[in-house]
């Protein structure tokens, strides 16, 4: 719907880069519109954030297009720069300064954006203000980059894996900082391989797998469009093998079956008549149940469903 | 134009983009850019040290060692009376009378310089070895000593007025040096070592992200380098005009030109050295292999006079030596800039050559 109306703030076509050995990004079309989140999901080496880079003018790509906020890197990079609020995947900031000399130094760059205290009581850190950045927890360390990001006010907001690494505590806290500057009516194109993260935060995400866009749409329609409703895992132990998978996808209300290493996974419609079909099913064949759970389908399963493998593997 | 339609909301804030409030002095990025330069060198307890502490243990412990005593008394031997006797009597020498197995051991083994022994016909043998100064004073002070017993009357009278004063001693030689190698040290290894860290923790890449204008970052090292300079001259210069007087005869202008431009060329010598490398490592690899060469050849310790006349042109040409050279000149002769234009010359295309070089090779990533 408002597809119509909002205009791309970032619009990336044929995007290709090539490392010595990899393709990194391989013919890459991307629209992210202003005001809204845009996700790019994918697994480790992906290449997101090759892209990434590419789109803040970091990194020169072999061939493709990118325009951001209706400016072009070869030709706008100061105005460019002034406009972007960059957060890089594995940046240390110096250990030496305090979070404030760090805020002062990164704001005299810019010629707006809040002050160096308005910075730090924005990600919160305002009783860390006077602590030096080797002294941060990992969260705290984070929402200091997010800072520095956000210290020259900008209109588009890039954020390189911002959650990585970090305890469930600190991703949470570092996800409502994010959702009240979402509020604010910036663009933020944000990179993730937590698919929690970006069904939470992103409006739009993009799959990406091997340097390609695999899926592109809402979290609900990618979920919607790929995959049942419901999943459906059960583990048949040590008689995996004498299963009879091609009955299980006969059942009514299952779309697909996975097997592997003993456990199978069900995407399913119609979870209140597939489940007792499933045992019955079970039952006549003879298959002992153990572990049988039920979850409803995310971007993980999306991911799994059209690449066979995980996001990350654990 | 199409931007205005384009984005309505941001709009508003490239407006006030176009008037952005005017900032204080502090609020420049490269005052902020000099002042985290400063601060992080004054943070960093290690390199304090090895900036000014350590020159100072130097010049003081090979101060002490060197130090001019009263001319020394030199040890020597003979195996009869006779020879004793007329010996003693030079004030300079302190005989022994020993056997004769027990004399050519203690020469042997160093413990006395010469060894006097009768010879055939009356004559005398002074054995000595004669590459060790020691006894060739000891050979000349003896024979002097035997032949005035012996009668005889030098045909020029002569007389000794004796020269201790400073500006010729081995601390007065050294302190320019250590000057010298703590200028090369001190900018080579802070240029050098804070690059690559920034590099390996992507923060060069983090900055380069922002609008920092390039060239500040740059300035802010030598800007920082200038604050840090004062101080570790003037320690190393206080510290032995206090404790060994040793003299700044030449302007204190021209000096801190040598010392500025010197710095400048090291840091240029530094920015190249860390132009590429990716790690620590590297770095410190390519910078010892730079400066190892110069600290043994530029003349810090000792005269590079004494290196062989074939390599002296590339001894000259060295920027250590030339830096080192020309801290020398104004301290100890008072040379004024003209005199030293040759060093400075030296020092000038070296500050040339890194610098563009650097600037071309240079990654941020
Ligand atoms: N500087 C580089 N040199 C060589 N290969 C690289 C470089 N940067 C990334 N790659 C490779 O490109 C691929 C994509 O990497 P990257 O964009 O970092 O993925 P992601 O951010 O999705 O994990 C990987 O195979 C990675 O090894
Ligand atoms: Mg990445």
Redesign the interface.
Known sequence: MSAAIS?A?LRVTGLQKAYQDVVAVNGLDLEVR??ECFGLLGPNGAGKTTTVEIC???TAPDSGEVEL??LHWNTDA?QL????G?Q?Q?????E??TVF?TL?????????GPGAAEAIALVQLEEKKNSRVGNLSGGQKQRLALA?ALV??P?FLFLDEPTTGLDPQARRQLWDLIEQFKSS?RTILLTTHYMDEAERLCERVAIMDNGKQIALGSPRELIASTCAEHMVAFSAGAKAHALDIAALRRIQGVRGVRSENGTVEMQVTELHLAVPALLAELTRQNIPLTELSTHSATLEDVFVSLTGRHLRDE | MSETTAFPDVQARAAERKTPRGRTFSEHPLVQLTIVRFLETLREPEALFWIFAFPILLAGGLGIAFRNRPAEVLKIATVTPALTESLQREKLLSVQQLSRPSAEEALRTGKIALLAVPGANGAIVYRYDDTNPEGRTARMLADRAVQQAAGRVDPVLSSDVLMREPGSRYIDFLIPGLLGMNLMGSAIWGMGFTVVDMRRKKLLKRLVATPMPKQYFLLSYVFSRILMLVAEVGIVLGFGAWIFHVPVRGSLLSLALVCLLGSLTFSAMGLLLASRAKTIEAASGLMNAVMLPMWIASGVFFSAQRFPDVVQPIIKALPLTAAIDALRANMLQGAGLVQLSPQMGVLGAWLIFCFILALKLFRWR
């Open positions: 205009p703030a202003a005001g803040e003018g970091l906020l209706g100061d720069r002034q406009r972007l960059i890089l594995d940046t240390q900031l110096s030496k300064l000399e002062r130094l990164f704001r005299s760059f810019f010629s707006q520095c020259g006010d209109d009516g």
